[in-house]
């Protein structure tokens, strides 16, 4: 037994391994830190915590995080994944993302600040609060669910306050009689004096009609894009970057699955990012890359038609998201549009060197496409 290095919780299980350390704690499940990151936040003693941020040019520069606000949006944001059976992963610098880290078993990389970024906005913290309070039972209406300031019962659903995303049970308890006074819960037992917290609920009619209407909007608030593209250094890596830009611009953020080829494990992650995405962008691109002129048994596996970009942007769209369509402009690539998808409004692109050509034209005609159709992203709203 340890303490948790996030919510500091005594009975965790913390492990150095090679060159990373391995959690198991009650409150945020089981993850991976890298040694350089664990340690940079153990360090992290002063006021700001300095996030290395990645550049395009391989360089990076610093975001200053109160240290107070990474502890607290860490365990909230750990506590939240385990609840959705999303644990299971590896935090990393953002910046060494792209550098091929060994996988541990299943488990995948995030990047410190994507993995802060999904604490949720102020006017999001009641309704985020309320799904995670769904998610703590067995889902049968009237069971009762327990709120502790720090400890989990196993024998009962309980949770600490962190599924509540709240800093200390003073906030708690204000979330708690906000949902109370909604209507969403119904209070069996509360005591919240003095240094004890401890609430017993269950789940009204109300709250889970709730329940179930966030879920299916849940991604309308969503700043997350997913991009849905072959990855490949050589051919696609200015394409990647303008559309990253373009979202970004745009006020999302772009959520690639990066290099990893897609073995079952990542197409679950896949189905999570996408269902959590407010819209799709996907580039259909497809290099022959022996520059064969007809070979019919090659250009659909070498270089050929891109799957898993077809796969993910049906998805998206029977999950009725707007799925935006880029291509590189060529032969190869264009004869190779499935004849499904031919007549939807496709973005061309040609690349130039590292880059694409018109990049700045580029990405505010996607810019101005994504404005249109899904409106402005939350990272421009104040
Ligand atoms: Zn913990």
């Not at 060994?102 to 488990?107: K, L, M």
């Not at 990389?109 to 410190?112: A, E, K, T």
């Not at 490949?232 to 696609?236: A, G, L, R």
């Given at each position: 037994?340890s303490e ?16 990373e ?6 409150n ?13 936040i ?22 200053r ?19 959705k ?10 910046y060494?993302?792209n550098?091929l880290l ?6 995948y990389?995030?990047?410190?600040k994507?993995?802060?970024?999904s ?20 889902g ?6 327990y ?10 659903p309980?949770?600490n306050i ?8 003073n906030?708690?308890a204000?979330i708690?009689?906000?949902l109370?006074?909604?209507n969403?819960i ?18 009204s009619?109300?709250?889970w009609?709730r ?19 072959w990855f ?5 890596r200015?394409?990647?970057e303008a559309l ?19 073995a079952?494990f990542i197409?679950?992650?896949v ?9 799709v ?5 497809c290099?022959?890359e ?19 970009v ?10 009725r ?23 939807i409004n496709t973005?061309f ?7 694409i ?17 899904v ?8």
């Open positions: 037994m948790c290095f996030l919510c500091k919780n005594e009975t965790a299980t913390l492990r150095e391994s090679g060159y350390w391995r959690i198991i704690c009650p945020c499940g089981k993850l991976v830190i890298t040694d350089d990151l664990y340690s940079d153990k360090a992290a003693t002063g006021e700001c915590f300095r996030l290395p941020l990645p550049e395009p040019d391989n360089g990076y520069r610093y975001l995080v109160p240290v107070a606000d990474l502890f607290f949006k860490a365990r909230c944001v750990a506590a939240e994944r385990k609840l059976d999303q644990d299971e992963y590896i935090l990393v610098y953002d060494k993302k550098e060994p996988e541990v078993g299943n488990f990389h995030i990047g410190i994507e993995f802060l970024d604490f949720p906005a102020t006017h999001e913290v009641l309704d985020r609060a309320l799904l995670n309070l769904g998610r703590l039972g067995s049968i209406f009237g069971e009762s669910i709120i502790f300031e720090t400890e989990v019962k196993k024998e009962i309980s949770a962190n599924i509540l995303y709240a800093s200390n049970k906030v708690a204000k708690l009689i906000n109370k006074e909604n969403f119904e209070v069996e037992e509360m005591n919240y004096q003095g240094s004890f917290f401890e609430w017993k609920f269950y789940i009619a109300k709250g009609d329940i179930a209407g966030l879920k299916n909007t849940a991604d309308k608030y969503s700043e997350k894009a997913f991009i849905a593209m490949d250094v050589k051919h696609t200015g394409i990647r990253k830009k373009a979202i970004l611009s745009s006020g999302y953020l772009p959520i690639v699955i990066d290099e990893v080829p897609h079952d197409m679950n992650r189905i999570n990012e996408i269902n959590e995405a407010r819209f962008v996907a580039d259909f691109t290099i022959n022996d520059n064969k002129k007809d070979d019919k048994e090659d250009d659909k596996i070498k270089g050929g038609v891109r799957g898993g077809y796969f993910e942007a049906g998805y998206a769209r029977g999950q998201k707007k799925v935006f369509h880029t291509c590189r402009k060529d032969s190869a690539s264009e004869k190779r549009l499935h004849f499904d998808i031919k007549q973005l692109w040609e690349p130039d060197g590292e880059s050509k018109d990049r700045d034209k580029f990405i505010d005609d996607l810019k101005q496409a994504i404005w249109a159709e409106g402005k992203g939350p990272r421009l709203r104040k």
